[in-house]
């Protein structure tokens, strides 16, 4: 609609100038269409987006690596079989992301050595350890229920690629989040030592399951523009606290106690009031200096590595389809003109 707009002034029409297509771009937001990778968007948006899927591929890429961790050690066949479709699906996301990613014009390989170099982002959460199978379930349970919380509304955000990736990535973490739960109840309603695995393991995921929401709204530099391009629906605190109000009822169901002891429910206004977020933390986490930083760059370094045989198999033979295919072309060329 937008491009036949611009067709219809006809050919000799001046180029627009940037306010015009800033303001017919923000209409266009306005009116909840979405922007398609080939639209005019102002170049902050794409460097956003760019910065959001990216840092958001990268997340479901080393969030492999914790529960990956587990897979040799499962406790049961059926827990192994679920725990690799799920650690499968996380790069399937990885997947997605890259993909919606390179259409605002950067490649794969680029944002691959961003992570790689250390210079991109992913989400502090995959930088703690996994000591027990709880965390397994910790993981699933309170990772994947902050994920959803935070993925779903990005199923309608204004950008088309990255909103139609999130349906499926959501409808996956659902699943995920489910059989974090059920490891978490099996292991409540266990013995005193499963159950003590299991509150051992809130205690480790809570504090920092809240963080993955991000700075708190007053230090959250990009929320501002995000909300107003309608790539985020929702700010940073408010997601966070959908979540406490949504997570401490399935903690009172198993019976676990959450590590805070400042959480109390308001009546007044309908939700749980929890103590501070510990910034510093955080903080220390996106410098680098989180428990598992090193450990978590070196693997990812380490595969891509060790990988390197299977981009040049999978080049050579494109290369070689692609000139099968053009030597097809010439000899069915030559058929013609005989
Ligand atoms: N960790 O202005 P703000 C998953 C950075 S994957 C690290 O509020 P924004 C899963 C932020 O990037 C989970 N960095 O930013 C996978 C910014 O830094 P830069 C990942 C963080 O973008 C496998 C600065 O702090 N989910 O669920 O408006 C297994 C200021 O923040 C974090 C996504 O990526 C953090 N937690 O809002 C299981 C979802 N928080 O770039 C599960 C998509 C903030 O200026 N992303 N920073 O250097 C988003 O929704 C938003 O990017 C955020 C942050 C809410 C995360």
Redesign the pocket.
Known sequence: MYTQALDARGSDALPEDDGALQQRFLARVDAEEKIEPKDWMPARYRSTLI??IS??AH??IV??LPEGNWITRAPTLMRKAILIAKVQD?GG?GAYLYSAAETLGVSRDQLVDQLLSGKA?????FNYPTPTWADVGA?GWL??GA?IM??IP?CRCSYGPYARAMVRVCRE?SF?QRQGYDIMLHLAQGSPEQKRMAQEALDRWWWPAL?????SDAN????GD?QRWKI?RFS?DELRQKFVDFTVPQAEFLDLRVPDPQLRWDEAKQRYEFGPIDWSEFDRV?KGNGPCNAERLTARRHAHAEGAWVREAASAHAEKQRRRAATAAAAADQEGVR
Request: hydrophobic content about 25%; proline content about 3%.
């Open positions: 910065r959001q840092q958001h997340s479901e969030g492999m996380e996301h982002k992913y989400s502090s959460i993981i990772v994947d994920a935070n993925q990005l973490e995920h963080m993955m929401f991000g700075p959250s530099t990009h929320s995000s985020k940073n996106l």
